[in-house]
Every structure is written in C-alpha cells, then in structure tokens.
C-alpha cells in the first residue's frame, strides 16, 4: 500500500523559515514534489524533484525561498522554506509520480499526502 505521509507544517512569522517532509512507502518514484492549495484557490505547483535528486524545479513564486530535496535511501523527500510570506499560508500536499519528471500540472501527479497546514503571519 503507497503512502506518503507529512509532517513539519505549522504557523510562523513572516520571514520565518520551516521544513517539510514527507516519508514515501510501498513503492519508489520517479518524481516527488510539494503542491498547495490556499482556500478558496486552485491547488499550485511549488516544487518537484526527479529520483536521483536532479532536475529541482520550482514554481516562480518561491524560487530562491524554498529548497526541495530528496533522500532516495529513506524514500523522503524534504522542502526547506525560509522567508516565508504571508501568501505562503495554505495546506502543503506531498505528491508522486510513478514515471517522467517533475511536473507543474497538478492532475499528473499519482500520489498524495494528506497535507500539511501551513500558516505566515504578517
């Protein structure tokens, strides 16, 4: 049975920082990555990583803020976010792919994670 399963949501200040993970079992990927979705919006790309840690690719809104990784022998990918804003804050999902790279067209990711609060205040 596939599973990811996140943690290190919370809520922190702007310009703030925190780190997400998230644990993959029941089988390995080809791609990993974090997506969001803000009430009331439509769920966003943020980050994707492929499995031999190469080829990160980031939404522009968080380049240069956000840093995804991935540690193949724990199958866990991790997304370190620092100077967080305000339009950071929703609920971060962990998704995978079974085959090809990342993507930002959030219907071709296979997996998902429960999701994660995330939370900025200004």
């Known amino acids: 049975q596939v599973q990811l399963v996140e943690s290190g949501g919370g809520s922190v200040q702007a310009g703030g920082s925190l780190r997400l993970s998230c644990a993959a079992s029941?089988?390995?990927?080809?791609?990993m990555g974090w997506l969001r979705q803000a009430p009331g919006k439509t769920r966003e790309f943020v980050a994707g990583?492929?499995?031999?840690?190469?080829?990160?690719y980031y939404a522009d809104s968080v380049k240069g803020r956000f840093t995804i990784s991935r540690d193949n022998a724990e199958n866990t990918v991790y997304l370190q976010m620092n100077s967080l804003k305000p339009e950071d804050t929703a609920v971060y999902y962990c998704?995978?792919?079974?085959?090809?790279?990342?993507?930002?067209?959030?219907?071709?990711?296979?997996?998902w994670g429960q999701g994660t609060q995330v939370t900025v205040s200004s």
């Open positions: 998704a995978a792919k079974i085959m090809g790279g990342p993507t930002p067209m959030w219907y071709e990711w296979n997996y």
């Open positions: 029941g089988r390995t990927f080809s791609s």
């Open positions: 990583i492929s499995w031999n840690g190469g080829n990160p």
